[in-house]
């Protein structure tokens, strides 16, 4: 953790039984050094006092939206703050390094999936740009209705923490055993802790991902273009600023939306790619070239829009080759390269790794059901300049993406 502060957490603690270990789970907190502050749902205040969780975490408690107090409602560490002034969730939804909501009910997870922002802890909720992580506490029988399971793979898919109940008696639990049980303060502590973390990762560090498919014209009208929707290179994007990095995604064509939070530079022909991806780099920590760039371009475009009876033979010319030029223009950058392969991927992937300089090569072998283009998962493996290979399951690109993030963390920490 790179803070040159406390870590600071804003706790929604919200109306399940679990609700009296959360002065327990804030003390834990305090323990390892993070400011806490509260907000807790009505509901929650029948379980739990809101004075106990004043006075563990030091600081005012939220409840309602429309709170009298003014500023002194606020966390200490606002006091004074430009921030102080904004209306009361919008000052608490950008507050803390992290947002955790521990116990998080059924009700919540499903106002918080859906955008529904009828209270304070859920309007802050839809107010914030920072992490969050949730701490699930149920019976059995409503963690697993596929209500709350479908809600809790909306909350995983934006890319917010579910944090695993544990299994295991709970309040009434006649069955006993079923998962839904609220985790010991300590190990959950421990693993907030650990979220924390990974989103501290690359704070202070410039990543300049490329991302989708160049566009090179034929005509006023036309272009030669690819298949890639430049997926793959919004989620490395975006995961490169949930873990704390100043994010440019130089965008060729897109077919996704790009990432809030990072840095948008349109660069849609290849030598666009090439011209935005060198002046970039200057002062990039990380480089990561994930957009399918044209090989080839039209030599001579018609700046009219050929008529259709004319049927051109269209000769073209190779463009530059990015990731070679980012050797020497971005040679203290830890570079990535991406190779889509249709044979022998590992093979070529080996020798491509050695040519272009890149410290690391995601290699996607296409010929593989479920991977490539337009598609939202992929398989790949990892090849790093001391001959590893990792190979990763097929799985969504959002996990594809943090897996690869972690490994460039790995690397770039020398393991
Ligand atoms: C005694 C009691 C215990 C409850 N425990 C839980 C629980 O552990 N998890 C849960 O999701 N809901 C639980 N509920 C239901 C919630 O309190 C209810 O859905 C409430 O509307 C949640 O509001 P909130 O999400 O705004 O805090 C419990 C209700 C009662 C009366």
Redesign the pocket.
């Known amino acids: 953790m790179t803070l040159d502060r406390e870590p600071r957490i804003l706790l929604g603690v ?5 609700a009296f270990k959360s002065p327990d789970l804030v003390r834990e907190l305090r323990d390892r050094g993070t400011d806490v502050a509260v907000v807790m ?4 205040a ?2 739990v006092g809101p004075v106990t969780l004043e006075t563990m975490s030091g600081n005012p408690v939220g409840i309602d939206l429309f709170d009298p107090r003014g500023a002194a409602a606020l966390p200490h560490w606002l006091a004074g703050t430009p921030a102080s002034r904004q209306p009361y969730h919008l000052a608490l939804a950008e507050c803390a390094d992290l947002i955790v909501v521990a ?6 997870m499903a ?1 918080a999936a859906h955008g529904i922002a009828d ?1 304070l ?2 309007t802050t909720l839809l107010g914030t740009t920072r992490p969050i992580a949730f701490a ?4 059995t029988k ?1 963690w697993t209705h596929p209500a709350t399971v479908a809600n809790v793979r909306i909350l995983k898919e934006r890319r917010h923490h579910v944090i695993e109940p544990d299994t295991g008696k ?2 009434w639990d006649t069955e006993g055993e079923g998962a ?1 049980r ?1 985790p010991e303060p300590a190990d959950l502590a421990a693993e907030v802790w650990r979220i924390l973390g990974t989103h501290r990762q690359l704070e202070g560090v410039k990543v300049v991902v490329s991302a989708g498919g160049t566009e090179e014209p034929v005509d006023a009208v036309r272009v030669l273009t690819n298949r890639s929707s430049g997926k793959m290179g919004a989620e490395l994007a975006e995961e490169a600023r949930s873990r704390g990095a100043e994010v440019v995604l130089v965008a060729g064509g897109m077919r996704v939306p790009p990432p809030a939070g990072v840095r948008v530079v349109g660069a849609k022909t290849a030598a666009a790619m090439r011209d935005a991806m060198i002046e970039e780099s200057k002062g990039a920590g990380i480089v990561v070239m994930a957009a399918a760039v044209a090989d080839w371009r039209p030599v001579d475009p018609s700046p009219r829009k050929v008529k259709k009876a004319e049927r051109p033979a269209i000769e073209l010319e190779s463009t530059d080759d990015i990731l070679l030029l980012l050797k020497k223009a971005a040679k203290d950058s830890f570079r990535v390269g991406f190779a889509l392969e249709t044979e022998d991927a590992l093979e070529n992937g080996r020798t491509k790794l050695r040519q272009k300089g890149v410290d690391l090569l995601v290699v996607n072998d296409a010929s593989q059901p479920g991977a490539g283009f337009e598609v939202d998962t992929n398989r790949v493996t990892l090849l790093s300049r001391d001959d590893r290979e990792v190979a990763l399951p097929l799985l969504p690109k959002r996990e594809v993406a943090a897996r690869i993030i972690d490994r460039i963390v790995e690397l770039r920490d020398g393991d």
């Open positions: 919200t109306g399940s039984i679990a749902t009505e509901a929650a029948k379980f116990p998080a009910t059924a009700s919540t106002k209270n802890l859920t699930p506490a149920m019976n409503m709970m309040a839904g609220f």
